[in-house]
Structures are given as C-alpha cells and as structure tokens.
C-alpha cells in the first residue's frame, strides 16, 4: 500500500510485459504476505509478496496472493490432489440463483471502486470492461466518459482473458478444471497437474525469467529457491486461486456468468468462511479468507446476498495491523450511453 500513491501516476504497462513480468515475479515470492499492490487500471488488492521488489517492479507487474487449500490431481508426486467438493452450500445457491436470473442488459460492466487507505482519503476508480474484452478506465465519471468517447480503450490482456474464461467454465462446466485454469491463468510456474520432473523444469524456468528480470531493473537477484511442497505448495497454489477470481470479480462483476463462476470457485477453497450480515439495509454474506492462508493477515469480502455483487472488501496486514478498505458498485450499461455521459 505505501507504493499505491507512487503508483497512481505510472502508466500501464504493455500487456505482453504485464503477463511476462507477473509470471515472473511469482516465483520471487519468499513467504506468504500480505502487502496491497496494484496498479491503477487493476481493481482488486490482492495479496503480494514484494520482499526484494522495488516500485519499478510493481509499476511493471502485477503479481499474486495469498492462499492455502488444494488443487485437482496431477501426476504422483506432482501438485497436490483434487480438490474437495464445494463445502460452502451458500455460495453454491447463489452462484445458480445468480446464473438461473441471467445478465442484465447492455454491453458492457461498469464497476466504481472506492478505496480507502491509511490516510482515510477516497480514491475513486472507474472501470468500463465490454462484452468484448476491452477496458475503459477513469480516476471520475468524466475521464470514464472522455476515454470511452475517444475510443481510448485498453486491450483485454491474456491474463484477463484467462480469468474470465476460467470463470464461464467454472459457471457452465467442471468446477475441477475451470480450478485449474484460474490458478494457472497467468502461467504455471508452481507445477500445477505436472508430473514431478515437469513442474522442476517449470519452476527453473520461472527462475530464470525472474531472475533475468531483476537484472534488467538493476537490482540484485536474491537466488534461486527451492520448489515449494506439501503445505507451503498449497498454500500459494490456492493464493493464485484466490486472487485471479478476485481479479475476475472486480473487473467484470456484473456479468452474472462470470459472477456465478467466481462463487462456485470462491467455494472451494477450504476453511473459507460465509457469514451472514447486512450493508445500508441489504443483506449480505462476508467471505472471510482463513488467516492461515494470509499468513496471519484478514480479507474479509462483502457481497449482496441476493445477487453476489461485491459491496465491500476488508483488509488488515499482520504485520504492521494496517487496515485497507473497498467499497464496490457494479451495474449494467451500454458504451454508447457512458460516451454520451449517462453513468
């Protein structure tokens, strides 16, 4: 978070740098953290771990989370096996309720993120994400509306285009597999489903990359680490899991296929806790992420009971006791209306 306002001003980077740097940079994560890093086109916060990464990496990448449970099966010795069955009825429901009323009309998702960091000062994001992939974006309603106006539209990444698709699976198909796709939407450096000599050559090239990487920003390359395994693997295998479906979420939540999909995912990660509770009068249901998988640090996600719309994300770091915050609106629109300036 204390690299979010150094950030602000710093363009997007390339979509084939972003995906290449972002699978890079997974593999120098060290421990599990609970950092908030993204850059302003991005929506979500998810969990970093930016040890040896300085903001010329950030402003380059974005990378992953934190989380813990475990994956389909692959080979033996390979990533761990298959994921238990969905154990979160409540979300189950609503992700059939929310894919049985459909999407709302229109051509395109508008989602107004408001942050709010240690200095308690709103941060408004505005994000246009099309039925065609293309993204709009805006620090207010009229940079929304001058940059759909233009035309200035930002490119659907592969990674984007991974994330969602592995949310319509999730939705439409077998969740297992739609799971495997979402952990690896932005590569697979961590084996997952490989056999134990594939997922060491994956994770050497990942390395590799991360390392070359570091050099090319002039800082030292710490050194390779071993493969993670057992708990340690599962972990930062549903880590990836938990913030690529968040990242899917928030750029696209009112498209109800994707939507639906994010919950039946968000279901199987173990030890995730739904509760009940209500925001302005709407009854709600909050997602907490088991501290365990943050490594001590909570992500508490607050969503409408009756459609699944994100209301609201919650978020302390263990370690300094740092307390972020997001409040979500998510609606249907066309882009002809936001150019005319109708939001």
Do not use: C
């Not at 974005?62 to 298959?82: E, H, N, Q």
């Amino acid at each position: 978070m204390d690299l979010m306002k150094n950030l602000r001003d710093v363009p997007s980077p390339r979509p084939e740098a972003y995906d290449r740097a972002r699978t890079a940079l997974q593999t120098a994560m060290a421990e599990p953290a609970a950092t908030v890093v993204r850059p302003k086109r991005r929506l979500s916060w998810p969990k970093v771990s930016v040890a040896a990464v300085g903001a010329a990496a950030v402003a380059a990448a974005v990378v992953i989370g934190t989380s813990g449970g475990s994956v389909p099966a692959g080979p033996a010795g390979a990533a761990p096996a298959p994921a238990p069955q969905a154990v979160e009825v409540p979300l189950v429901k609503l992700a059939s309720a929310v894919q049985a009323a459909g999407t709302q009309p229109g051509d395109a998702s508008l989602i107004v993120n408001e942050k709010f960091g240690l200095d308690n000062k709103p941060d408004l994001n505005y994000t246009l994400y099309t039925d065609k992939g293309d993204q709009f974006t805006g620090d207010s309603a009229k940079s929304l509306v001058d940059a759909v106006a233009k035309g200035d539209a930002q490119p659907a990444t592969p990674y984007d285009r991974n994330v969602m698709a592995a949310a319509r699976l999730a939705a439409n198909g077998d969740v297992d597999k739609a799971r495997i796709a979402m952990i690896t939407a932005s590569g697979n450096p961590l084996g997952v489903g490989l056999s134990p000599a594939e997922a060491d050559k994956a994770w050497a090239a990942a390395q590799a990359e991360t390392a070359e990487l570091f050099r090319k920003m002039g800082k030292p390359f710490p050194g390779p680490k071993p493969r993670p395994t057992g708990k340690d693997l599962e972990n930062l295998i549903n880590n990836h899991l938990l913030s690529n479906i968040k990242h899917a979420l928030f750029a696209n939540a009112a498209d109800a296929e994707v939507r639906a999909g994010v919950l039946k995912l968000y279901a199987t990660i173990p030890d995730m806790i739904v509760g009940k509770t209500s925001v302005d009068g709407q009854a709600a249901l909050s997602l907490t992420a088991p501290p365990a998988i943050l490594d001590g640090s909570t992500d508490v996600l607050i969503i409408n009971a009756g459609n699944g719309l994100p209301i609201r994300e919650e978020i302390t770091s263990a370690e300094t006791s740092k307390h972020y915050v997001v409040n979500y609106k998510s609606s249907r629109v066309t882009i002809a209306d936001v150019a005319a300036g109708k939001i």
